[in-house]
């Protein structure tokens, strides 16, 4: 149980178009998500938290107008890059937190991560 | 603010030795502590986790880690490692009643040699 997927795994894409990537906790409803984005050989930062029915909360440094989270279910969170540029090309990891947690032991569950190449 | 910090970026180790990989982390409020592990091009898998109770953690698969208050540390340790524990391991906190928003360390890659 506790499975997430992303989709798609990879994706390579000109510079300047939009990417959307999405999120699916498949057993599970998810009141949170959490969207990650990591460099080579570096840790995890968090982008931002969205939450199912309103608006994602970003942390500081991260263009909400870039990066454009839409939680439209308990299943499903999508983060679209925006006219990406290569400075965008990373890898991106959701994870996803089961209804109920809120507040308890606040585990997540991740997904396997998209890699974004900007060419 | 909260902050977590791995000690060791990388650690050699050769197999069927005993591994510890340091955490060491900072808050002015009680934590969940929580080891990861991330293969290659993968996301991360929960390796275990310190949510209350025994201050002593362990996984499936040979992995143990002891939550220590006063030294608000969080190392992980194997007495015998493969070569499949190859991998990055990420150290991580989340606060209490906070929504569950995790900060990670900077990772700290186990390679394991023959």
């Known amino acids: 149980g506790a499975v997430v997927s992303q989709h798609p795994s990879w994706v390579i894409c000109k510079s300047g178009t939009s990417v959307k990537i999405e999120c699916r906790s498949l057993?599970?409803?998810?009141?949170?998500m959490f969207w990650y984005r990591q460099f080579p050989k570096q840790s995890l930062m968090l982008m931002a938290t969205s939450n199912e029915g309103s608006k994602a909360t970003y942390e500081q440094g991260v263009e909400k107008d870039k990066f454009l989270i839409n939680h439209a279910s308990l299943t499903l969170s999508t983060l679209t890059v925006t006219s990406a540029h290569p400075e965008d090309s990373s890898f991106y990891i959701c994870?996803?937190?089961?209804?109920?947690?809120?507040?308890?032991?606040?585990?997540?569950?991740f997904g396997p991560g998209t890699r974004l190449t900007v060419l | 603010a909260q902050s977590v910090t791995q000690l060791d970026s990388q650690v050699p180790v050769f197999e069927e030795a005993p591994v510890e990989l340091r955490c060491n982390y900072s808050?002015?409020?009680?934590?969940?502590l929580f080891w990861y592990v991330q293969y290659p091009n993968q996301g991360l898998q929960l390796l275990l986790k310190y949510l209350s109770g025994s201050t002593l953690v362990e996984s499936i698969n040979g992995f143990e880690a002891e939550f220590n208050k006063s030294q608000t540390s969080f190392h992980l340790r194997k007495p015998s490692v493969h070569i499949s524990d190859t991998a990055e391991y990420f150290c991580?906190?989340?606060?209490?009643?906070?929504?569950?928003?995790?900060?990670f360390g900077q990772g700290t890659e186990l390679s394991v040699k023959p």
């Open positions: 808050s002015s409020v009680s934590v969940y």
């Open positions: 057993d599970f409803q998810a009141t949170t």
């Open positions: 994870s996803a937190q089961p209804l109920g947690l809120a507040g308890g032991s606040n585990e997540q569950f």
């Open positions: 991580a906190v989340s606060l209490y009643n906070q929504g569950g928003k995790l900060i």
